[in-house]
């Protein structure tokens, strides 16, 4: 069992036994004035690739630290490759959306413009910081990508084959998600899509609906919040094909 740690950290290093790891300044800034840690603190380390990493302060100063990686506190390990294409509201939901679907698991995040789409702009760089520290915060091994945002046509003109997409549609006759879900059996490549605060077009609705890899899917009686939706429709696919039947790594 390690020892207890003093903070949980995501890195783009590599990370193996006796490696040393820079941390940016803002790491750095948290760790010494934040957490007040010295020399010796015990820092979880994950870079999405080689798993979580034990590894200590070696020294510590406003504008820089150097941590030495030790051993292996668990093994990098396949995950639910669940992707939400949203249609992206204004700030403040969306920060809060990017932190929860973060630590609901997806696998990337993907805003998508529509005819309702009423936010001009979508600032990437601050996504990425919000999923990075709720990855960190849950304690999952990657950080979901992030995509640009674009205009919903052009998202589905490259779609990934194979990749199977559950669309949360409100009007109309979409079947209850639990009964889509119970019939698709296995989880694989998979996207939840939600729409706006005004809702999908029915043009955008009927063009979607169009597509073999599409299927319609109802959250209930209830018109939902855009960001509840999407919450909502990504719990229900990590309960019923996602990861859910594992448990949180043991701590001290
Ligand atoms: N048409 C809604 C209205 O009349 O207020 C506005 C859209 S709703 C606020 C935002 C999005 O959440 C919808 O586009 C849909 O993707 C999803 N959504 C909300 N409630 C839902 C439900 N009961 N079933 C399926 N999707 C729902």
């Keep these: 069992m390690a020892d207890r740690l003093d903070a949980r950290l995501y890195v783009r290093d590599l990370l193996a036994a006796g490696t040393e ?26 870079n999405g690739r080689d798993g979580e990493w034990l590894a200590r302060i070696g020294s510590v100063a406003k504008n820089g630290a150097t941590l030495t990686v030790e051993t292996r506190l668990r093994d990098q390990r396949p995950e639910p490759d669940l992707w939400l294409v ?55 091994l990657t950080v979901p990508q992030i995509r640009d945002a674009a205009p919903l046509s052009r998202i589905f003109d490259d779609w990934p084959d194979g990749r199977q997409i559950l669309l949360c549609a409100e009007t109309g006759a979409a079947e209850p998600i639990h009964d889509v879900l119970g019939r698709m059996g296995r989880a694989g490549p998979s996207a939840i899509l939600t729409g706006p605060e005004g809702g999908f077009e029915q043009t955008e609705l009927d063009a979607l609906q169009k597509l073999p890899f599409v299927t319609s899917v109802g959250l209930g009686p209830r018109i939902l919040r855009a960001d ?3 919450l909502a429709a990504l719990s229900c696919w990590q309960s019923a094909l996602g990861d859910w039947q594992l448990r949180p790594p043991r701590r001290n």
Excluded at 31 to 41: I, Q
Excluded at 106 to 117: E, H, K, N
């Design 21 to 46: 790891v820079a941390l940016a300044r803002s790491q750095a800034h948290y760790l010494a004035h934040v957490l007040r840690l010295a020399s010796g603190a015990a820092i979880a380390l994950f």
């Design 86 to 140: 949203f249609a992206p509201v204004k700030r403040a939901p969306l920060d809060f959306l990017v932190q929860k679907a973060t630590e609901l698991g997806v696998s990337a995040l993907v805003p998508a413009i529509t005819r309702r789409t009423v936010v001009e702009r979508v600032r990437r760089e601050r996504m990425e910081a919000n999923a990075i520290e709720a990855a960190e915060q849950c304690e999952r």
């Design 228 to 230: 509840t939706a999407a």
